[in-house]
Nanobody
Framework: QVQLVESGGGLVQAGGSLRLSCAAS????????AGWYRQAPGKQREWVAT???????YYADSVKGRFTISRDNAKNTMYLEMKSLKSEDTAVYYC?????????????WGQGTQVTVSP
């Protein structure tokens, strides 16, 4: 069973950048699709980005062009590079490894890391 631990969250000014990490243990993160979700206060958790086993990437329209998902197989870690941050990006960010090569359905969640973007 894979375990996921996020890190890299924090407080940043609007327009700034952050890089989130999701370190996997117990299994290889590249074995299935993996991705990021976020949940803002009072809102439902929403999908942000996915990277498939083959390395294809997919993004929510709200972050396309600003966020980049990537994976370092040697470190068994996934990343979310976030640039041009906006106050509406403020949320708890969760990583997840899915149950197939392209889908995040089912799978395992990390515990989350807080990202706060100040105006």
């Amino acid at each position: 069973q894979v375990q996921l631990v996020e890190s890299g969250g924090g407080l940043v000014q609007a327009g700034g950048s952050l890089r989130l990490s999701c370190a996997a243990s117990g299994s290889l993160i590249r074995n299935n699709a993996a991705g990021w979700y976020r949940q803002a206060p009072g809102k439902q958790r929403e999908w942000v980005a996915t990277i498939s086993t083959g390395g294809s990437t997919y993004y929510a329209d709200s972050v396309k062009g600003r966020f980049t998902i990537s994976r370092d197989n040697a470190k068994n870690t996934m990343y979310l590079e976030m640039k041009s941050l906006k106050s509406e990006d403020t949320a708890v960010y969760y990583c997840k490894r899915g149950s197939t090569g392209t889908s995040l359905a089912s799978g395992v969640w990390g515990q989350g890391t807080q990202v706060t973007v100040s105006p």
